[in-house]
């Protein structure tokens, strides 16, 4: 299973762009990649999910280059409610082996005023 | 909101106690996976059930097991407690069939050992 890796913290302002970066070199070529965001106390929130190039929803774009080797969150015009941790994903979801999804440390956004 | 819900949201329990926690997917989903968040650290796969049988485990001992029911709600239970057995516990739901199955989390029961 291939492990992430994430910057621990980012720090922005309100009204900013917000762009996480992901690595994975060993992503496999059944895996997706898939973004999470958690509130304290609070379950993982579904973000985006993604195989290739460039996926883009109503509250986030996600970027993935052709070696897809890492990824690329990225949060339009952020806002004090975006400050949260931010976890990647590399996976197989249903391969049926342990470790079903595997969770780093995450990153952790803090967006100030 | 995701549709899925876990009871009861807090628990304090002794070492040594028996606990139950209940998860209940999101309507259609037939998949339920399970996962223990300490403090500060990412969510870790536990197990996995699918159509009532387990589907995959993680790095943790037979105290902790599972069940899931024909209508896709499940338990969790862990004997004999350890005070390291106190964290956030997660179920996330999911229908496996499509190209992409994404795991939707319940908001979580956190579990105090004392």
């Known amino acids: 299973l291939a492990k992430t890796t994430q910057p621990i913290s980012m720090d922005s302002y309100e009204g900013q762009e917000v762009n996480i970066t992901c690595s994975h070199n060993n992503i496999a070529t059944n895996d997706y990649i898939t973004w999470y965001q958690q509130f304290p106390s609070q379950g993982p929130r579904f973000i985006i999910q993604?195989?290739?190039t460039k996926v883009t929803n109503e509250v986030a774009s996600l970027f993935i280059p052709a070696d897809r080797k890492s990824s690329t969150l990225s949060l339009p015009r952020v806002s004090l409610s975006d400050t949260a941790v931010y976890y990647c994903l590399v996976g197989d979801m249903y391969s049926g082996s342990q470790g079903n999804l595997i969770f780093g440390k995450g990153t952790k956004l803090s967006v100030k005023p | 909101e995701t549709g899925v819900t876990q009871s009861p949201t807090h628990l304090i329990k002794t070492r040594g106690q028996q606990v139950t926690l209940r998860c209940s997917s999101q309507s259609g989903h037939n998949t339920v996976s399970w996962y223990q968040q300490a403090l500060g650290q990412g969510p870790q796969f536990i197990f996995q059930?699918?159509?009532?049988?387990?589907?995959g485990r993680g790095n943790f001992p037979p105290r902790f097991s599972g069940l899931q029911f024909p209508n896709y709600s499940s338990e969790l239970n862990v004997n004999a407690l350890e005070l390291d057995d106190s964290a956030l516990y997660l179920c996330?739901?999911?229908?496996?069939?499509?190209?992409?199955?994404?795991?939707?989390f319940g908001p979580g029961t956190r579990l105090l050992v004392l």
């Open positions: 059930y699918y159509r009532e049988e387990e589907n």
């Open positions: 993604g195989y290739k």
């Open positions: 996330a739901s999911s229908l496996v069939g499509g190209a992409r199955e994404t795991q939707y």
